[in-house]
């Protein structure tokens, strides 16, 4: 298609987002010789490597997994430096690859989606944007292909207050681009996930004093960072095929190196070997040291015991360790990766505050309420996460048929089949959306396989001379119920979580990824095989 004459640009898709899965959304649909239009909110691809810039923010998979295969040659030029790459690292590659395929001149940054609606006389879709530098603020298209990511969606609760405070405010995921100088000031941060988890101990080296408010502590091992070892880099790039291959078979799509033992049929001898290799190794493997650590409670706790133990020796003061000790099961909550954190909590100038058991009562212009004391500080930073999986597009204004509203479609919780399309969104795909493993993977490899499952879908359509295709209500029905019985198989719902939305006040408790990235391949694989079969065309 081609621009039209009048104010509405038409293309064959729009995609919506820039990050891994934006960018190789586009260079497929160029592939197929379709034109596309990607809109971004920020002003530089990445998605959100874009954003989350906070200190010490980096991939807790490894460098050579969480990278596109799909060019060989992409794969074989590009050298990491380290066996975890920083933000800024995965940046620089992810604007690489924007410039290495020319993907630019069809990306409109600063452009926010306000709305996208589907029009049943024509099969198109219509998509409303506001800011960019286009001469059009509405585009036109077959399909609408929603690339806004998992984690993209800053969550900041709604505190007493909460714009009293006189000082700085940041979030961890809008962190400002020069970055922030913390040094000789007090800072408060809220929060002790993921990403507090790698920014607290960089901000405790900094800060004059830093006041760590934890509602509910979170497990974390070591992430062993160090420089990438050239000999490991060679050997996997002399075989590259094979070692994805080989990740691809496994339940997370990532070399998660799997004891095929059981926790619960193992000496106390045998735990401790396994967990201190594990340990001292490094990074989210440790999930890896018994094959029953996610499906049974028990063989859990010997995790759950032994990361206990190691904080309790770790961190000086009791109180202190006991506060950091979480009391729910290992995995529930993503297991974090991290450098020097339950250290960080030996120095003078941290004070950890359990905001659990006595919550926060407001912001003040000063700082911080809770339990009757007030906390002072110059800077306060709302480590709380994400409006995970559904928030970026709980924010739009998306109409599928009759006019229907998706975030009202979606009230009770998500519905997809195959997390890839939604019953009454016509023509609508989303990337590593809720009901496809998506989180409890290396996202790189599950994007890259729904890209080219929707860019098959695409050709198929077209070779059949279909005009839309959207899931049937028996299909979805369907598979919402299996992910839900495959979750209920598992330690994931024994917490409350992100992946159940239980971070966002209001929002329904229901578990969202699918776990296990084979066997859903092989579901998706198997759909296409028989033409789709769980889709309705036209």
């Known amino acids: 298609m081609t621009k039209s004459q009048n104010t509405v640009n038409d293309y064959d898709a729009v995609v919506i987002g820039a990050g891994f899965a934006g960018l190789y959304m586009l260079h497929r649909l160029r592939q197929l010789g379709l034109s596309a239009r ?68 069809d990306i409109d940054l600063n452009t926010r989606v306000a709305a996208a609606r589907y029009d049943e006389n024509t099969n198109l879709w219509t998509v409303s944007t506001t800011g960019g530098s286009s001469d059009s603020n509405t585009a036109r298209a077959r399909f609408c292909i929603m690339a806004t990511g998992c984690l993209s969606s800053a969550n900041v609760p709604d505190f007493e207050g909460i714009d009293s405070f006189k000082g700085n405010t940041y979030h961890t995921g ?29 901000i405790a080296e900094q800060a004059k004093h830093l006041y760590v408010f934890q509602r509910s502590a979170a497990f974390s091992v070591p992430a062993a960072n160090r420089p990438l070892d050239k000999a490991k880099e060679a050997d996997i790039k002399s075989r590259y095929a094979e070692f994805r291959k080989h990740c691809a ?48 409670v028990k063989g859990n706790k010997t ?10 020796s770790i961190v000086k003061d009791l109180t202190v360790s006991d ?22 909590f030996n120095r003078d100038n941290v004070t950890l505050v359990d905001v659990n058991s006595v919550p926060i009562d407001s912001i003040t212009a000063m700082g911080l309420l809770t339990g009757g004391t007030e906390y002072a500080f110059d800077n306060l930073i709302f480590a709380t996460g994400f409006d995970a999986m559904t928030g970026s597009l709980s924010r739009i204004d998306i109409r599928g048929r009759n006019g229907d509203l998706l975030r009202d479609t979606w009230a009770q919780g998500p519905k997809t089949y195959l997390g890839l399309g939604t019953v009454g969104y016509p ?6 959306g809720p009901g496809s493993p998506s989180v409890l993977t290396n996202m790189v490899p599950s994007i890259e396989q729904h890209v080219n499952w929707i860019a ?83």
């Open 38 to 105: 990607v809109f971004e909110a920020g002003s530089g691809v990445g998605g959100t490597w874009f954003w989350n810039r906070y200190p010490g923010a980096r991939c807790d998979v490894e460098s050579l997994e969480y990278s596109y295969q799909f060019d060989e040659q992409l794969q074989q030029e590009w050298e990491w430096s380290e066996r975890y790459s920083p933000q800024s690292e995965i940046l620089e590659y992810l604007n690489h690859v924007a410039d290495r395929f020319n993907l630019r001149g």
């Open 456 to 538: 098959d879908c695409i050709t198929w359509l077209d070779d059949n001379n279909y005009g839309s295709i959207e899931a049937t209500p028996d299909a979805q029905s369907d598979w919402v119920d299996h992910v839900n019985a495959v979750a209920g198989t598992t330690i994931y719902t024994s917490c409350n979580s992100w992946y159940l939305g239980a971070n966002i006040v209001g929002k329904p408790r229901v578990f969202m990824p699918l776990f296990g990235f084979p066997a859903y391949v092989e579901k998706c694989d198997e759909v296409a095989a028989n033409n789709y079969v769980g889709f309705a065309v036209t």
């Open 323 to 344: 506060l950091l000790m979480p009391d729910h099961v290992v995995g529930c909550k993503r297991l974090c990766a991290d450098t020097g954190y339950y250290e960080t």
């Open 249 to 296: 078979q496994l339940p997370t799509g990532g070399n998660l190196i799997m004891n095929e033992s059981l926790a619960t049929e193992a000496s106390e001898a045998e735990l401790r070997a396994e967990y201190e290799e594990r340990w001292e190794n490094g990074g989210l493997m440790f999930l890896g040291a018994f094959s029953d650590l996610l499906i049974d």
């Open 427 to 432: 023509n609508m795909f989303t990337i590593a």
């Open 174 to 202: 809008q962190w400002p681009h020069g970055g922030v100088d913390f040094t000789g000031e007090t800072v408060g941060i809220i929060g002790t996930g993921s990403s507090a988890i790698q920014s607290i101990p960089l």
């Open 303 to 312: 995790a759950a015991d032994f990361i206990r133990g190691k904080i309790r």
